[in-house]
């Protein structure tokens, strides 16, 4: 075969070649192409074994044309296969669509109780300054709640118009009316430096209306050491009221009295729907009392067998559900132990 | 407790509007509740004089009423009958407004009516609906009726709290305003000149000097009863008393005014004229002016006229001797009772009154014969009594005043700030307390109306509030080692795992009525029907300490369900208490769920899914690991309240926690929860004492696992537990999981039988486990499945 003949095939093979990969629509027929192309028995394949029979001088330049025509054919199929790809892995995702907005399947969530939250974020609170929670009976010693407690056997508290006693324990066992005498066996226990927290529940002789119960819960502290002021009691409920009703809260401390302290008063917040304008949640005195507090009286340091002279403290108790009410604008306790569902659900978010 | 700022003034100045004086008092400890005018509620009622009255022609209850107000005459209709030509009445003119009514010109059964004439109830100076109220002669015709009746006059509701009885009068209030304005204090002076010419006929014997210390009598001759004049009616409403009588409303009043409480006596019907204080007789009985015939206990303090009682003392006066319209001499009483002896008897009695709430917080000794003196001048000037001049003053027993010592230094260090000795001294003589200099301390003298004052604390405390809480600076006490313990963040995570897993957690009243538990039909001997009962319960259905929390939690699913709630989860944390021989019953925490309807209802991605045993026991389950315990030993258990085939035991380890399973159909009907509603009560305790220690980290091995299925066929009765605890000990220590993936029963089994598959991981120490290997354990567990289970290898 002459030169011309030779260039003149391989020519061909190139032209024809690209010619039938560019024909192919699909992976399966641009692998036809290539066979017919590239393999055996292709023009171009028969091409170059017939570069055997050319002198040796020409074979160089001849086989130069012949791998440039190969390499140029196999740029053209890697290209298409490109291509081909492209739309498959396209076709793929249309195939594989989902509808996003669909609903996901979350497992069933809950939540705990608001007023274990509202006790939680009070603990909290209290923990980040030191303390520890401590906890007592329920079914107290008369002694623990009234006579520890600064009230004589006078005392409107110790009748049976305004407290629970036991059957058959000659007033001597009863429902604590508070979680006060928690704080006294805790100081019984151990030496100062006390500071608790003592949640739990208590129990009065009220008459059940949109804000009373017979069974509530309460939130009392105690801190006893040397040197403890009133000062140090005012910042510390500063602190905890604005922690759990806004860091901006005007906050006053009202004198008032409580048998167990001395002197005694109650925490007062700014009205935090109307800021001290007046308004129903307030009952028109721009201020919601919060809590009562005060100076530990120095009869129960006593009574615990601390030296009065050396150490003092404070005390104070909340009703857990007045604070989860005012923080979440419930306007029946009763609504927080009914355990409605549609109630509780309200619950989930929140920081806790 | 009400105070007018009008009155308040006749014993203060006062310079400064309302809202400063609230808050003052606010900051003093004497909460101020409200503040109200209440003629800012009525407008346009002016004083009108009756020209004429005449039947109304439609109707036989009205009548037409010709007015005068100044210069201008109105016709208007009336339905009241009680006055005559010439009274000065109040007229609501046309445009008025009072409380809850616009007044309009309208035709009344074809008359037309230019206004109203108004009662005391529409006014709200009475109770009075019956009658129009009539005004003194001389109110200036056409005048408005606000500053007529002294409704212009501010209203203050105070929050007196129990340490401070002297706060309970005008009198008290107003040494407070003193105090903190730094105005003075006007006494109460009585001064009035006393016939010579009238006696006193009574005597007095007091035979318990510690119940009453002191008894005074003044005795008034010739007093006329009758209404008292508007301006005290006035006034004792505002504050709440219902006017009676003007000698009887003189002791109202001069409670209200100097905080003393007195009782006047019809003279002529006590016996003899003779007044004995002594306590009562066994079996004595007596009637107090409220008609109620009471027993008497042998520590209530009579006073008697030497045979029979006629009054409560300090409480409430006797019925036979009253003073009534036909009382023409009067025994006036002023005394100080022992607080505890009326706070006793207040509370047996179950009667508490003006005078019982004043003398069981402690009243001033001192103010005895001020407050005397004081209602016998109002019963001469308003019921022309004579008074006696002969003022009989039992004082069987001296009341010393208090003395206490104040180390200044000691009022800063308790209350964190600095306040000069000089000023600390200056507070307390402002509030009449007497203090002198002692080589670096205060001595004080307390006054007799201060009961509540008897340490040094109770001195800072008045120095404190005085000086102001709002002057305290901020600061933080130093703190100690905070934190919770191990098995109270336990007790957190535990609510919050089962929150998560989808559970709501309830809170539950611990009083229930034993009848709830008797619903859950528990035999005779079982322990939770044995409860702590209450003496005084508010009802019947709360007396009791529940032993269980599951009759609440029922409740609670029954209140749920009656919101067609399609399912509810709930649990519960807290105490049950049970009776024990102590004092106190044993309080242990628990933790009961009640399970009923849809879990999750259907979804696209699948079917509804009910509560049922197994999703309730996964719950638990993963509780559980969740607080790092191993898993729960579950034992089929019957027995009431459970169905009686699908109820287990709960165990962890060895110790037992409780039950779960779900309910005996009956039980679901007496609690009104639909069927197979599930619940478990479990036992914190032993929980709480196998908490893990912190968790150790296992290194994953790097060899891979092998893993084996294996399909075993035993009696559909063998419990499914029992194969997989086969083949964990056979296959130790190779086997390190064994996990039931499915249960099957049916024709290829054959009836009666069931196959139960499960897949197992294998590993050996430090090097990967061949396939050939977890064969021979295979080989190996076989010959114990068929000898402890009778189970077979399903091929």
Same mark, same amino acid.
């Given at each position: 075969m002459s030169d011309a003949e030779m260039r003149q095939n391989l020519e061909r093979a190139r032209r024809e070649g690209l010619e039938a990969i560019d024909a192919a629509t699909d992976m399966a027929s641009l692998e036809d192409a290539r066979i017919k192309v590239l393999g055996r028995k292709a023009p171009l394949s028969r091409a170059r074994s017939g570069l055997r029979d050319v002198p040796e001088e020409q074979r160089r330049e001849l086989g130069r044309v012949a791998n440039d025509v190969t390499a140029e054919i196999n740029r053209a199929i890697a290209a298409k296969e490109k291509t081909f790809m492209a739309t498959e892995t396209a076709e793929r995702w249309e195939r594989e669509a989902i509808d996003v907005t669909l609903p996901g399947e979350a497992p069933p969530i809950?939540?705990?109780?608001p007023l274990t939250k509202t006790i939680w974020d009070i603990v909290d609170v209290f923990v980040g300054l030191g303390y520890r929670v401590a906890e007592g009976p329920e079914v107290e010693l008369s002694t623990y709640i009234f006579d520890a407690l600064n009230m004589p056997p006078s005392h409107p508290a110790r009748s049976s118009q305004a407290t629970f006693f036991i059957k058959s324990s000659g007033e001597e066992v009863l429902l604590r009316s508070e979680t006060s005498p928690v704080q006294i066996r805790t100081m019984e226990s151990q030496e100062p430096p006390v500071y608790v927290v003592c949640p739990g529940r208590v129990y009065r002789r009220d008459t059940q209306d949109a804000t009373h119960l017979s069974g509530f819960m309460q939130i009392e502290g105690l801190a006893v050491d040397e040197g403890v002021t009133m000062a140090d009691l005012k910042g510390s409920l500063e602190h905890f009221a604005r922690e759990i009703f806004g860091r901006s809260l005007e906050v006053r401390l009202r004198p008032h009295f409580f048998p167990f302290t001395e002197?005694?008063?109650?925490?007062?917040?700014?009205?935090?729907?109307?800021?001290?304008?007046?308004?129903?949640?307030?009952?028109?005195?721009?201020?919601?009392?919060?809590?009562?507090?005060g100076m530990v009286d120095p009869h129960l340091l006593e009574w615990v067998g601390y030296d009065p002279a050396r150490y003092s403290g404070f005390a104070f108790g909340m009703g857990v559900e007045r604070i989860c009410m005012l923080a979440h604008g419930v306007s029946d306790i009763r609504m927080l132990w009914d355990n409605d569902v549609r109630v509780l659900d309200q619950f989930k978010g929140g920081a806790t | 407790m009400r105070v007018t700022l009008n009155w308040l003034r006749e014993f203060v100045d006062i310079d400064i509007d309302a809202e400063k004086l609230v808050e003052l008092l606010n900051f003093s400890g004497t909460k101020v509740e409200s503040v109200r005018t209440p003629g800012d509620d009525l407008h346009g009622v002016v004083v009108a004089e009756?020209?004429?009255?005449?039947?109304?022609?439609?109707?036989?209850?009205?009548?037409?009423?010709?007015?005068?107000?100044?210069?201008?005459?109105?016709?208007?209709?009336?339905?009241?009958?009680?006055?005559?030509?010439?009274?000065?009445?109040?007229?609501?003119?046309?445009?008025?407004?009072?409380?809850?009514?616009?007044?309009?010109?309208?035709?009344?059964?074809?008359?037309?009516?230019?206004?109203?004439?108004?009662?005391?109830?529409?006014?709200?100076?009475?109770?009075?609906?019956?009658?129009?109220?009539?005004?003194?002669?001389?109110?200036?015709?056409?005048?408005?009726?606000?500053?007529?009746?002294?409704?212009?006059?501010?209203?203050?509701?105070?929050?007196?709290?129990l340490n401070r009885p002297d706060c309970m009068s005008v009198l008290g209030v107003a040494r407070e305003v003193a105090a903190l304005t730094g105005?003075?204090?006007?006494?109460?002076?009585?001064?009035?000149?006393?016939?010579?010419?009238?006696?006193?006929?009574?005597?007095?014997?007091?035979?318990?000097?510690?119940?009453?210390?002191?008894?005074?009598?003044?005795?008034?001759?010739g007093a006329k009863i009758g209404p008292s004049p508007q301006w005290m009616a006035t006034r004792l409403l505002a504050c709440g008393v219902r006017p009676i009588s003007n000698v009887v409303d003189v002791t109202n009043y001069v409670l209200l005014e100097l905080g003393h409480p007195m009782h006047a006596f019809d003279a002529d019907k006590v016996a003899n004229q003779a007044i004995v204080v002594r306590r009562a007789r066994k079996g004595e009985r007596f009637t107090t002016l409220d008609g109620v015939e009471r027993d008497l206990h042998r520590d209530d303090l009579l006073i008697t006229d030497g045979a029979k009682p006629i009054g409560l003392a300090g409480i409430m006066g006797g019925e036979a001797t009253e003073v009534s319209e036909s009382t023409s001499n009067v025994i006036l009483e002023s005394a100080y009772f022992d607080p505890d002896t009326i706070a006793f008897t207040?509370?047996?009695?179950?009667?508490?009154?003006?005078?019982?709430?004043?003398?069981?917080?402690?009243?001033?000794?001192?103010?005895?014969?001020?407050?005397?003196?004081?209602?016998?001048?109002?019963?001469?000037?308003?019921?022309?009594?004579?008074?006696?001049?002969? @003022?009989? %003053? &039992?004082? $069987?027993? =001296?009341?010393?005043?208090?003395?206490?010592? !104040? +180390?200044?230094?000691?009022?800063?260090?308790?209350?964190?700030?600095?306040?000069?000795?000089?000023?600390?001294?200056?507070?307390?003589?402002?509030?009449?307390?007497?203090?002198s200099d002692a080589a670096g301390a205060l001595d004080v003298l307390v006054p007799a109306f201060r009961p509540?004052?008897?340490?040094?604390?109770?001195?800072?405390?008045?120095?404190?509030?005085?000086?102001?809480?709002?002057?305290?600076?901020?600061?933080?006490?130093?703190?100690?080692?905070?934190?919770?313990?191990?098995?109270?963040?336990?007790?957190?995570?535990?609510?919050?795992?089962?929150?998560?897993?989808?559970?709501?957690?309830?809170?539950?009243?611990?009083?229930?009525?034993?009848?709830?538990?008797?619903?859950?039909?528990?035999?005779?001997?079982?322990?939770?029907?044995?409860?702590?009962?209450?003496?005084?319960?508010? @009802?019947? %259905? &709360?007396? $009791?300490? =529940?032993?269980?929390?599951?009759?609440?939690? !029922? +409740?609670?699913?029954?209140?749920?369900?009656?919101?067609?709630?399609?399912?509810?989860?709930?649990?519960?944390?807290?105490?049950?208490?049970?009776?024990?021989?102590?004092?106190?019953?044993?309080?242990?925490?628990?933790?009961?769920?009640?399970?009923?309807?849809?879990?999750?209802?259907?979804?696209?991605?699948?079917?509804?899914?009910?509560?049922?045993?197994?999703?309730?026991?996964?719950?638990?389950?993963?509780?559980?690991?969740?607080?790092?315990?191993?898993?729960?030993?579950?034992?089929?258990?019957?027995?009431?309240?459970?169905?009686?085939?699908?109820?287990?035991?709960?165990?962890?380890?060895?110790?037992?926690?409780?039950?779960?399973?779900?309910?005996?159909?009956?039980?679901?009907?007496?609690?009104?929860?639909?069927?197979?509603?599930?619940?478990?009560?479990?036992?914190?305790?032993? @929980?709480?004492?196998?908490?893990?220690? =912190?968790?150790?980290?296992?290194?994953?091995?790097r060899f891979p696992a092998a893993y084996i299925d294996m399909a075993v066929v035993v009696d559909d009765a063998v419990a499914a537990s029992k194969v997989g605890d086969v083949i964990a000990r056979a296959g130790a220590p190779e086997v390190v999981s064994v996990r039931l993936f499915d249960v099957y029963r049916g024709e290829q089994v054959g009836d009666g039988m069931k196959s139960l598959a499960f897949a197992l991981e294998l590993r050996v120490e430090g090097r990967t486990m061949t396939d050939d290997e977890a064969l021979q354990v295979r080989d190996r567990i076989l010959p114990a499945l068929q000898e402890r289970t009778g189970g077979t290898i399903r091929a």
């Open positions: 809950a939540t705990v109780h002197p005694s008063a109650e925490l007062d917040v700014l009205c935090f729907k109307c800021r001290g304008s007046g308004c129903r949640m307030c009952k028109q005195e721009g201020w919601i009392e919060v809590l009562g507090c | 009756v020209l004429n009255i005449e039947e109304h022609p439609n109707a036989d209850s009205l009548t037409l009423v010709d007015v005068r107000t100044d210069g201008e005459e109105q016709r208007v209709v009336c339905g009241a009958r009680n006055f005559s030509v010439g009274d000065r009445v109040p007229l609501a003119r046309v445009g008025a407004r009072l409380p809850g009514m616009d007044i309009t010109e309208r035709k009344i059964r074809g008359q037309v009516s230019r206004g109203m004439l108004c009662s005391g109830a529409e006014l709200g100076v009475s109770r009075d609906h019956s009658g129009i109220l009539v005004l003194p002669p001389d109110a200036e015709l056409g005048a408005d009726v606000v500053p007529t009746l002294g409704l212009d006059d501010t209203l203050l509701e105070l929050e007196i709290t105005q003075t204090l006007r006494r109460s002076e009585s001064k009035f000149d006393t016939p010579t010419d009238v006696g006193s006929p009574v005597k007095v014997a007091i035979e318990d000097s510690q119940a009453c210390p002191r008894y005074l009598v003044r005795y008034i001759e207040a509370r047996r009695q179950n009667l508490r009154t003006e005078a019982s709430a004043r003398f069981e917080r402690g009243m001033d000794v001192e103010m005895a014969p001020v407050a005397a003196a004081r209602a016998a001048q109002l019963m001469s000037e308003l019921a022309g009594g004579r008074v006696s001049a002969t @003022v009989l %003053d &039992e004082h $069987a027993k =001296r009341l010393e005043r208090v003395k206490v010592r !104040l +180390r200044p230094s000691r009022t800063d260090k308790l209350l964190g700030i600095s306040i000069p000795p000089a000023e600390q001294a200056e507070r307390l003589r402002s509030i009449e307390m007497e203090v509540d004052v008897t340490r040094e604390v109770d001195l800072i405390e008045e120095v404190g509030r005085l000086h102001g809480f709002q002057e305290l600076p901020s600061t933080l006490p130093r703190g100690a080692a905070g934190g919770l313990e191990r098995y109270q963040r336990a007790e957190r995570k535990l609510r919050q795992v089962l929150a998560d897993l989808g559970v709501f957690e309830a809170v539950t009243a611990s009083l229930i009525s034993p009848e709830d538990v008797e619903k859950l039909g528990l035999d005779e001997s079982n322990p939770t029907r044995r409860m702590v009962e209450v003496a005084n319960p508010m @009802v019947e %259905d &709360e007396r $009791a300490m =529940r032993t269980t929390l599951l009759p609440s939690l !029922l +409740r609670a699913v029954a209140l749920n369900r009656s919101q067609r709630s399609q399912g509810v989860g709930l649990f519960e944390i807290a105490r049950i208490y049970e009776p024990t021989n102590e004092a106190l019953p044993q309080e242990g925490l628990v933790l009961a769920g009640a399970f009923s309807g849809l879990r999750r209802e259907q979804e696209w991605t699948g079917a509804a899914r009910p509560w049922d045993f197994f999703r309730v026991k996964g719950v638990l389950e993963a509780a559980f690991e969740g607080l790092g315990l191993g898993p729960p030993g579950f034992v089929p258990a019957s027995g009431m309240p459970f169905h009686p085939t699908r109820a287990a035991t709960v165990s962890l380890g060895s110790a037992p926690l409780g039950a779960l399973g779900e309910l005996h159909p009956d039980v679901c009907e007496r609690f009104d929860v639909a069927e197979r509603t599930l619940v478990f009560e479990l036992s914190l305790a032993p @929980v709480f004492e196998d908490l893990p220690e =912190r968790v150790q980290l296992q290194e994953p091995s």
